[in-house]
């Protein structure tokens, strides 16, 4: 496969010619290194957050949208399919690189995690990336600085004018579009942890909610895991059956089941790492064994879901 990190510049660079329309600004730091605020001191849109996943995931998934219902209300879907689940989803739109400073506190995601390649899933998948330039999409309520952009480029091991971070607050239309986007991710995740070998997880589909915005980034937190663990549906299509691991696939699976994350995340002084990552599923999934059983586990809970966002 060619790099991801490449593939995701292209994208970047998309964003860059038609900012404008986008509603995106791009920042240069003194460093060379270029900050593309999709959604942290300007609005974004929903092209923007079809765009940022699309960067996220290194243009290995096709994301699209729709008008979907939640409890009877229209109300917008974000779709992700792909036939790249293990680079795509947990090697690049994993949200598994944390920044955190002294004044800075980010979440990071994207293909510049394969060129460090310290997390398991790269192992498993067995996909590492060599390239000049990088990309992290940044997830924070503030924009990146040079400091964090010369540790982006410190451990990928490239130049700082080679480092691209767009960057987005969940509380924003973009980052609402991204994080419904979410859902394959989650699933796929989801079985790693359970033991499931991501390279038989031949391909992905699944959809979500696009949460409304809030702009407080703790009730962003809230309505964005909502919509994936109550109102996002995923379709796998496997190589290997193993009933006990696609169990685990969707939130129902967890203890915390059937609770607002805004009380979830109340329970651990809204410590994200101290979640049990069960309760991170979509709600519902289709597991499609090739030449072999078709499951199906969970469900879309319409009403907490409408509660959740204010109906």
């Known amino acids: ?45 929903v092209e923007a957050g079809v765009l940022l996943a699309e960067i996220q995931t290194a243009g290995l998934a096709t994301i699209t949208t729709r008008t979907g219902r939640v409890d009877g209300a229209p109300v ?3 779709e992700l399919s792909t036939d ?29 995690r394969a ?13 590492y990336d060599e390239f000049d330039l990088t990309v992290l999409a940044v997830e924070s309520i503030d924009l990146p600085d040079e400091r ?7 451990l990928a091991g490239v130049e700082e004018s080679g480092v691209f971070l767009p960057t987005f607050a969940l509380g924003s239309i973009s980052g609402s579009v991204a994080a419904g986007a979410r859902a ?7 079985l790693f942890e359970a033991g499931y070998d991501p390279d038989d997880v031949l391909s992905v589909s699944g959809s979500a909610p696009v949460a409304p915005v809030g702009y407080d980034e703790s009730e962003a937190m809230a309505r964005t895991n909502d919509a994936l663990a109550y109102g996002g549906e995923v379709h796998l299509t496997v190589a290997r059956d193993d009933a006990d691991a696609f169990e685990a ?35 519902a999934a289709t597991v499609d064994v090739v030449d072999g059983p078709t499951y199906r586990f ?14």
Request: contains cysteine; negative net charge.
């Open 1 to 45: 496969m060619e790099s991801i990190n490449r593939m995701a510049v292209e994208l970047v660079d998309e964003a860059l010619d038609f900012a404008d329309e986008l509603n995106v600004t791009p920042y240069e730091l003194d460093s060379g290194a270029t900050v593309l605020d999709f959604g942290v001191e300007v609005d974004g849109g």
């Open 76 to 78: 917008p879907h974000v």
């Open 84 to 112: 790249h689940p293990g680079v795509a989803l947990l090697c690049s739109q994993k949200a598994g690189w944390e920044l955190d400073f002294d004044v800075y506190d980010g979440l990071g995601s994207g293909p510049a």
């Open 115 to 127: 060129l460090v390649g310290q997390e398991t899933e790269f192992e498993a998948v067995g996909y």
């Open 148 to 154: 964090v952009a010369s540790h982006v480029a410190d």
């Open 184 to 190: 394959p991710e989650s699933a796929v995740w989801q």
């Open 249 to 283: 696939i969707t939130s129902a699976a967890g203890a915390e089941f059937g609770a607002p994350f805004a009380d979830i995340f109340a329970a651990h002084d809204w410590d994200f790492e101290a979640l049990p990552e069960s309760v991170f599923g979509p709600a």
């Open 298 to 311: 969970g469900g879309r809970d319409e009403a907490l879901l409408a509660e959740s966002f204010g109906f």
